[in-house]
Nanobody, 127 residues
Framework: QVQLVESGGGLVQTGGSLRLSCVAT????????MGWFRQAPGKERECVAA????????YYADSVKGRFTISRDNAKNTVYLQMNSLKPEDTAVYYC????????????????????WGQGTQVTVSS
């Protein structure tokens, strides 16, 4: 059974920082590309960052470039999202996602390419 468990969300003031973590269990983590998505009320889910299997290639949405950093530790089956200079518009539920093992993608921002999803963690940025 594949499980992705996010943690690290919370309430922070504008300009603050948070680090999200996502631990994967029950699978060969290093064979999957990973992504972080977010969904705000009334908006579609969007990919904010994604990372390749070995961690050498990353994608960032324009709205978070220079502020968010995605990384992974394959020895710990964990992917991280460091979020700095947070803004109220970053408020959303953040989801971790994984492609199926061995999927033929390097890095992808397309939700349909991901087979496994976490339950989400709330990030709220107050103004």
């Amino acid at each position: 059974q594949v499980q992705l468990v996010e943690s690290g969300g919370g309430l922070v003031q504008t300009g603050g920082s948070l680090r999200l973590s996502c631990v994967a269990t029950g699978r060969t983590f290093s064979r999957s590309a990973m992504g972080w998505f977010r969904q705000a009320p009334g908006k579609e889910r969007e990919c904010v960052a994604a990372i390749s299997k070995a961690g050498g290639t990353a994608y960032y949405a324009d709205s978070v470039k220079g502020r968010f950093t995605i990384s992974r530790d394959n020895a710990k089956n964990t992917v991280y999202l460091q979020m700095n200079s947070l803004k109220p518009e970053d408020t959303a539920v953040y989801y971790c996602a994984a492609t199926r093992e061995g999927a033929p993608v390097v890095v992808t921002a397309t939700a349909s390419n991901y087979s496994y999803w976490g339950q989400g963690t709330q990030v709220t940025v107050s103004s």
